[in-house]
């Protein structure tokens, strides 16, 4: 029964094969590929604010280090499953290969729920996660980030833990730290400036001229923010923007033609990236249901909020005009939508590739920390473009050459680099 | 005589009289307040200060007689031109006061004197009478403790001075002692004074001793002598047979009884009036002081008196108040009483409850000084009797029936009645008192708050029913009197207001008299730019009753605190959230993450505006930003949050101009005593009422202010529900006994379940996906509030998917009930999410959470009705029919045959229950309370009905291109409430022109319909009719609503039309 249902690790298995068997990779590689390198199970005691102690589970999977240190986040949540873990370690080593960075991919986490955690408790559980696994990880083995329900001061946390066993500083251990204290500039812009990189390079490809095109953005947090003031910046004009209105609980489409005003947009956002609609129809938008950013005669989408948004229910409604679709949000595009974008020739840049700018500023970060150097805002974000725009090519050469989808195209390369790279250390 | 019908000139003559009489009485006020004088230098003093109060000051000359003394001017000569008045001490005629003018004066006022002037001697002879009064008592006093003092060095029968001194100068007292004495050591069993009583009974002690201003007459004269004769055996009885120690002590608790017996018969009479009773109080404090001076039964029996004239009747409310005032306690609050002429001084529940809870607090043992700071604010009073004075005095009464009149005619006078009793006039007492608490808060503003008299029976809420305003109070005083007096009869007039009234016809108070008091309360705050507000305030309750986590127990507590007034945590705000701290556990907080905290972080304030004088609410960041420097304690309020990183300012040094800050209070949390002190007051506020209780606070960022007490009001929707014991297992849903909050769902039609085994089994994520995503666009389906939600797991899980069905909040928002099921995999299950990634969403708007447990024993989970159940899905979304394995929506009136599912929660035991059961509106329910939409349930739906059938009845059906009409949802189903909609489904087969002219025709009647709703219902919606139109295609295909018609379970109703179009 058991083995029969959902089994996100298996699934990760089954989209591998797959692109095992289209680069016909040896079986001695897809063994090892297929597996996490190492996994590492311990419990974490922590005595509770009432003075009892409580036993947590704690895992690390390190699915493979061929390239560079495993890199990948520390998810706190309360129904872990080694499965899942396992999964995401794996997808982590892909994500990384594909933008060509020199890491791995790991992932790990503690079964707990945070909401039901003081914030000494948290600290606690933590610092013995670090104190469980200190030898096994470190800034050329494998750095942690913050994942699901945890954060910078989670990261700070863990990083004291471990240098404090280490005798030493040793900021490059860990990713996602504040500002001052070890943390990149530059980030809050890299999910969105990275999108908008690929974007123009896939555009400079089909010879459109950026500042002839239009899009529709949907979302409005920080990824769409960035991703619309840099797309703006670049000439294109963006004509719809949809999001979610906190006190009507159901989300709008804003839409000028003549192209929206993010300045004046962020001046009537809320906290919650919500825009108010009375201001925005005052200064002369439309506002429509939420699901029209989709129908709009545009030459770009951009989803950029929440998963399976472009669905099996919508995917038809798509304008004709749409040539793009830059998928800012992790898994925006359901498999039954990607057929009907597929059929209808748009050309994707898939999430993995499009949304890579986070964890490639995650890898400057660490670069700077291990020098002990910390860049200017600008030098990051250069350096972040020379990355996205190497990526975005190979990936799009690759799928030119093998008349490959571009979501295929870039499991088939990020795999093949890893491949390559386990050859070339004779492991198989 | 008024001064405005004498001429100019005469006016000026009258003011300048009544100065001179004022002046006079002040220095004659001064004169008396000379305590080191001895009373020979106070009457000369007085002599030489009368004259000038009256008209011919020169030639008027004064004399006092006081035991036939006289004091005098040389050149006093009592002439024909004189007045005199009586000196009396206590009942006893002691002297006289004499004015005399030297020469003729011009008559006045039929004699030499005028009206006045006749007045203010007798003023001023009361005025010397109670001061001799006074000095004589203090005078004992003082003689009684050196006495006791000597005694006390000298042990040696030297009680004798006391009833000596006793003798020699009071011999009233003395009878009333040695009365006590010969009755003390009867009880005792002394044989020498059974003997005494017989002889000597009938005159000693039968024999009232007849008031003393007859005490010329011999023959009384011989049996006082008699009296004190035999008085004086009483107390050798008593040497022979009693301790010194003894006598001394009864002596010494006698003699102050005696002192303040006025205080109780004047109290213990009720027809004694208001003013009187407060005279009393304060004789009595400037003779007690601080001093315990009473038998402790006394003492009781004069506090409960009290209580019960300024409290309440209710033996409760008197159970708990006994235990913790004294009568001192009520010392400051007389003086601040407004009240006219006849108040009975009842002050109303919110009065009564803040006052009690002050005086537990003050007597609570402070070991770590968290009671010590408490503060109330500055707080007049008026009694509750004064609307009902205020309604006689403008001819109002008839304004009672109000109450019997339908709701609808109500709501329609309310705006009416308010402008006619901000158009009437307050009695002068009233006025006149208002004008004094003005005085005494200057230009602080303040808030005017009912205190009605119905509020402090235990059990009702009226919370939020009666109106609470709140005052500016800037500029002139004319000004900001009338402002005063406006709100107040804007308070009196909510009386009259629907809600109210509503409220109580369903909970049965109707016919009970119903006043309100009035507590007129100092804002706490500071004045920051032109705004006015406390640093920060909100509500505390005993028992938490939205519990976040499985580790907070119900009675940690909880607070709901927001910056500003507190207006917006006592309140449900939509878009906005109160910051939730729970005492007992301040560690354990909903928000955990950066963004949940963000996210749910205040963003508006309430304010008073004293350049506009206006309450306002705005937005938390314009103010940190413009005046963030001057918000006191600003840096223990607010957090910063940069790159996803939230951290408390350090020092002072906060970037208001462009810093991202949000309010989370975590300085006041983490930092201060605040959380301990809530937790400590909660403790001994609870301990001292016997029940749980809610607190509203507030800070001006120095100290802690206690606003209001009350007995724990849960609201309506979440008192504990009676959990029938008797259901049959075939009609139970569920039972469930762990983290159980209070409240019912009586009216649930439909059931969402998600079948935990086989969402476990599925496997694809897109069919993962696509149950959530079926269940948002059920939500949008159902009727709103009528259905549950039941599923595996974490609902709203993020991260894997197969802990919990993947929504959002406005995926759900629509449903009553949220339910997660734990059900055992091998040997763990799983642990359930709280609702946490939604809890403020969800107690904003009132959705429960109820975690089921199937596993546990004792509990029901009738599984076999959701798998018997036939599935409403493919059916209403065709779509997601191939997950209809996993995602069922089960009709339950359908199944059950006509019943309903009917949820009741219960805190107290821990214990809910879901059963199916006839629907309230049919049939009348025994078991709970009504809820105010079922008492008047079936008028709600009926009402519906009969609009649907008129809509259908004269729709013109060639003109719109009709074929039929159809009611569906609430109304259909006899469940509507004051908030339905009504649901209509058109049949149409005309064109896109005759669409739209229907729509437009349909629009007209949703928008009348909701007015009408409105004024019957009070719930204000935009159009109350939901109108769906289907086509023959959609019919054919069964797409949307068309799948209503001919439905198996839950049809649309048809609705005869006047002549369908062929």
Redesign the interface.
């Known amino acids: 029964m058991e083995s029969k249902s959902y089994n996100p690790f298996n699934m990760a298995q089954a989209q591998f094969d797959k692109v095992a068997e289209m680069l016909d990779l040896e079986a001695g590689v897809r063994d090892l590929l297929r597996e996490p390198m190492r996994e590492y199970h311990f419990t974490i005691p922590v005595r509770m604010d009432d003075g009892a102690v409580r036993v947590f589970k704690g895992f690390r999977v390190q699915h493979n280090d061929a390239r560079g240190p495993a890199k990948g986040g520390i998810r706190f949540h309360p129904l872990e499953t080694i499965d899942m873990v396992r999964a995401l370690s794996m997808w982590m080593t892909w994500k990384c290969s594909v933008v060509d960075i020199p890491l791995g991919g790991g992932k790990g986490g503690v079964v707990c729920d945070p909401h039901h955690l003081s914030a000494r408790e948290q600290e606690q559980i933590c610092r013995g996660w670090v104190r469980q696994i200190a030898r096994n990880v470190g800034p050329v083995q494998d750095v942690p980030a913050p994942d699901v329900m945890t954060n910078s001061q989670h990261m700070l946390w863990m990083l004291d833990e471990y240098e404090t066993i280490h005798n030493g500083r040793f900021p490059g251990f860990i990713t996602g730290k504040p500002v001052g204290m070890g943390g990149s500039l530059g980030r809050t812009e890299a999910t969105g400036y990275g999108l908008i990189y690929t974007l123009r390079e896939a555009l400079k490809e089909h010879e459109v001229d950026i500042s002839r095109t239009s899009a529709s953005v949907q979302g409005f947090g920080n990824v769409a923010q960035h991703a619309i003031r840099l797309y703006d910046h670049l000439g294109g004009k963006v004509v719809a923007i949809a999001c979610w209105d906190q006190s009507d609980k159901t989300s709008y489409t804003f839409r000028k033609k003549g192209g929206i005003d993010l300045k004046e947009l962020l001046d009537i956002t809320d906290k919650f990236g919500g825009i108010d609609k009375n201001k925005a129809r005052d200064s002369g938008y439309e506002v429509l249901p939420g699901d029209a950013w989709l129908e709009q005669e545009v030459d770009i989408l951009i989803p950029a909020a929440l998963e399976n948004q472009i669905n099996r229910d919508n995917a038809g409604k798509i304008n004709p005009r749409v040539r793009f679709i830059a998928e800012g949000a992790n898994g925006p595009t359901t498999p039954e939508a990607d057929e009907v974008i597929k059929k209808n020739g748009i050309f994707v840049i898939p999430d993995f590739l499009a949304n890579a700018g986070g964890v490639t500023c995650s890898y400057f970060e660490q670069v700077q920390c291990n020098m002990n150097y910390f860049w200017e805002k600008q030098d990051v974000l250069d350096k972040l473009d020379s990355k996205m725009t190497s990526a975005f090519s190979a990936v799009s050469e690759l799928a030119k050459r093998k008349k490959l989808y571009m979501r295929d195209a870039a499991y088939v390369i990020a795999i093949d680099r890893v491949a390559q790279a386990v050859k070339a250390r004779s492991w198989v | 005589m008024e001064p405005k019908n004498l001429p100019t000139d005469q006016v000026l003559v009258v003011l300048r009289e009544r100065a001179k009489e004022l002046n006079c009485l002040y220095q004659v006020e001064e004169v008396l307040a000379g305590e080191e004088v001895p009373l020979p230098g106070i009457f000369n003093a007085l002599i030489r200060t009368i004259p000038s109060g009256w008209q011919y000051p020169d030639i008027c000359r004064a004399r006092i007689v006081y035991r036939d003394q006289s004091y005098q001017d040389e050149d006093y000569v009592p002439t024909a031109w004189r007045d005199s008045a009586e000196i009396r001490e206590e009942d006893e005629l002691v002297g006289s006061l004499e004015v005399s003018y030297t020469r003729e004066v011009p008559g006045v006022d039929d004699g030499f004197f005028l009206l006045k002037e006749r007045k203010l001697i007798k003023t001023i002879a009361d005025r010397i009478g109670q001061t001799i009064f006074h000095r004589k008592l203090k005078r004992l006093l003082h003689e009684w403790e050196t006495a006791s003092r000597d005694l006390a060095e000298k042990k040696n029968r030297e009680w004798m001075v006391i009833t000596e001194l006793v003798r020699r100068t009071d011999e009233k007292l003395y009878l009333h002692i040695s009365r006590k004495m010969i009755y003390y050591l009867f009880w005792n069993g002394v044989g020498e004074a059974r003997q005494f009583l017989g002889k000597f009974g009938g005159e000693f002690v039968k024999n009232e001793p007849e008031p003393e201003f007859d005490a010329n007459s011999p023959s009384f004269k011989q049996s006082r002598e008699k009296l004190i004769e035999i008085s004086d055996q009483v107390f050798s009885i008593a040497a022979r047979n009693l301790s010194d120690n003894e006598i001394l002590q009864c002596l010494q608790k006698w003699i102050h009884e005696n002192k303040i017996s006025f205080l109780i018969k004047t109290i213990d009479s009720g027809g004694t009036a208001l003013s009187a009773i407060i005279d009393a109080i304060l004789r009595y404090r400037a003779i007690a002081g601080d001093r315990m001076v009473l038998a402790p039964s006394t003492e009781k029996w004069l506090r409960v008196s009290l209580i019960r004239r300024f409290f309440s009747d209710t033996i409760e409310f008197i159970n708990i108040a006994k235990r913790h005032l004294e009568v001192s306690d009520f010392f400051d609050l007389v003086t601040r009483i407004i009240f006219h002429a006849g108040s009975n001084g009842k002050l109303g529940g919110k009065s009564s409850g803040l006052l009690l809870a002050r005086h537990i607090l003050l007597k609570q043992p402070d070991e770590e000084g968290l009671f010590a700071g408490i503060k109330v604010p500055r707080t007049w009073y008026i009694t509750a009797d004064s609307i009902s004075e205020f309604l006689r005095h403008n001819d109002l009464e008839d304004i009672n029936e109000q109450k019997y009149k339908d709701p609808e005619q109500v709501r329609i006078d309310y705006p009416n009645i308010i402008q006619l009793f901000k158009n009437s006039h307050f009695s002068s007492e009233i006025v006149k008192g208002l004008s004094m608490a003005l005085d005494d808060f200057g230009d602080k503003p303040i808030i005017v708050r009912s205190s009605s008299l119905l509020e402090d029976r235990v059990g009702t809420a009226f919370s939020g029913k009666y109106k609470s305003l709140f005052l500016a109070n800037q500029g002139p005083k004319q000004k900001r009197l009338s402002a005063l007096l406006d709100a107040i009869a804007e308070v009196y007039a909510s009386v009259f207001g629907p809600d109210p009234i509503i409220y109580r016809a369903e909970q049965g108070l109707l016919d009970l008299h119903e006043e309100m008091g009035i507590m007129i309360q100092e804002v706490v705050g500071t004045r920051v730019g032109p705004y006015f507000f406390p640093a920060f305030a909100g509500i505390a309750f005993s028992n938490n009753e939205f519990r976040?986590?499985?580790?907070l127990r119900r009675e940690d507590g909880l607070i709901r605190m927001v910056p500003g007034m507190g207006t917006r945590a006592v309140d449900r705000v939509?878009?906005d959230y109160p910051v939730l701290v729970s005492p007992g556990?301040p560690?354990?907080?909903?928000n955990?993450?950066?963004d949940e905290i963000?996210?749910y972080s205040p963003?508006w304030i309430d304010v008073i505006n004293l350049e506009t004088n206006c309450f306002e609410t705005i937005s938390v960041i314009d103010l940190l930003r413009t005046y963030g420097e001057e918000i006191p304690a600003v840096h223990q309020i607010v957090s910063i949050y940069?790159?996803?990183?939230?951290s408390r300012p350090s020092g002072f040094d906060i970037d208001f101009k462009s810093g991202d800050l949000l309010v989370t209070f975590e300085g006041i949390i983490t930092r201060t005593t605040f959380i301990r002190r809530v937790r400590s007051i909660l403790t001994a506020l609870e301990n001292g009422f016997g029940m749980p209780v809610d607190i509203e606070f507030a800070s001006d960022g120095v100290d802690f202010y206690l606003l209001q007490c009350r007995p724990q009001n849960t609201g309506e929707d979440s008192a504990p529900s009676p959990i029938p014991r008797d259901i049959p297992e075939d009609r139970t849903l569920f039972t469930a006994r762990r983290y159980i909050s209070g409240g019912r769902v009586p009216d649930i039609t439909h059931v969402v379940w998600v079948n935990p085994r086989k969402y476990?089994?599925?496997?694809?994520?897109?069919?993962?996906?696509d149950v959530g995503?079926a269940i948002g666009r059920l939500n949008a389906v159902l009727p709103k509030r009528q259905f549950i939600l039941m599923g595996p797991?974490?609902w709203g899980?993020?991260?894997?998917?197969?802990?919990g069905v993947q929504v959002?909040?406005?995926d759900i928002?629509n449903t009553a009930v949220l339910i997660e099921i734990s059900m055992k995999r091998g040997t763990y299950s799983?642990?359930l999410?709280?609702g946490?990634h939604f809890f403020q969403d969800l107690a904003e708007t009132g959705i429960r959470y109820i975690p089921l447990y199937p596993d546990d024993r004792d509990v029901v989970y009738n599984e076999l009705f959701f798998t018997g159940s036939r599935n409403m899905l493919p059916d209403i979304l065709p779509?997601y029919a191939h997950i209809a394995d996993t995602l069922k929506v089960i009709d339950i009136p359908g199944r059950m045959g006509g019943k309903i599912l009917k949820i009741l929660l219960n805190a107290e035991l821990g214990e809910s229950i879901g059963y199916f059961d006839e629907p309230e509106a049919a049939a009348e329910s025994s078991i709970v309370r009504p809820r105010p939409h079922e008492a008047h349930g079936e008028e709600y739906w009926r009402w519906r009905l009969h609009m649907a059938e008129q809509i259908a009845g004269q729709v013109d059906a060639s003109r719109f291109g009709v074929r039929a009409v159809y009611l569906i949802g609430s109304t259909a189903n006899a469940t509507a409430g004051p908030d339905s909609d009504i649901d209509l489904l058109f049949h149409v087969d005309g064109t896109r022109e005759q669409r739209e002219a229907l729509s437009v025709w349909l629009e007209g009647w949703s928008l009348s319909l909701s007015e009408m709703n409105y004024l019957r219902t009070g719930y204000r919606s935009h159009g109350l009719l939901d109108v769906h139109m289907v086509t023959d295609r959609d019919i054919e295909n069964r797409t949307s609503f068309a799948v209503k018609i001919n439905a198996v379970t839950d049809p649309a109703r048809p609705l005869s039309m006047k002549r369908p179009a062929s």
Do not use: C
């Open positions: 976040w986590s499985p580790r939509s878009n556990q560690a354990l907080r909903v955990v993450s950066p963000r996210h963003s940069r790159d996803g990183h939230i476990g089994e599925m496997e694809s994520l897109e069919m993962l996906t995503r797991g974490r899980s993020r991260g894997d998917i197969k802990l959002s909040y406005s928002n799983p642990e999410s709280f946490t779509e």
